[in-house]
Nanobody
Framework: QAQFVQSGGGWVQPGGSLRLSCVAS????????IGWFRQAPGKERETVAC????????YYADDVKDRFAASRDNSKSIVDLLMTSVRPEDTAVYYC?????????????WGQGTQVTVSS
């Protein structure tokens, strides 16, 4: 079964940094949009970042812009999310995904999700 295998996450203090990674299993990431999403308890899943394959640009949600950096290595089918200057409100389960369109969430491959907890 093709899927993303996620790693990283855990507990981090406010102001700290954390890296999340996803490795594609059974598919390749080239020619696919990559998305990072998060879902906090009691809230809807929200988009954190979208890496568009059509123009190579990366888009970020306003509240993570300048703090988070998403990247992809298509030669290894690995995608990363580097989270810096984290805040308690960044606490959520984070998901990576890949597919046709990040913005409409037409995404075929999802990671299993990883918990990120920001607290002192």
């Amino acid at each position: 079964q093709a899927q993303f295998v996620q790693s990283g996450g855990g507990w981090v203090q406010p102001g700290g940094s954390l890296r999340l990674s996803c490795v594609a299993s059974g598919f390749r990431t080239e020619n696919l949009d990559i998305g990072w999403f998060r879902q906090a308890p009691g809230k809807e899943r929200e988009t954190v970042a979208c890496l568009a394959t059509n123009n190579g640009n990366t888009y970020y949600a306003d509240d993570v812009k300048d703090r988070f950096a998403a990247s992809r290595d298509n030669s290894k089918s690995i995608v990363d999310l580097l989270m810096t200057s984290v805040r308690p409100e960044d606490t959520a389960v984070y998901y990576c995904a890949a597919g046709h369109d990040c913005w409409t969430r037409e995404l075929d491959y999802w990671g299993q999700g990883t918990q990120v907890t920001v607290s002192s």
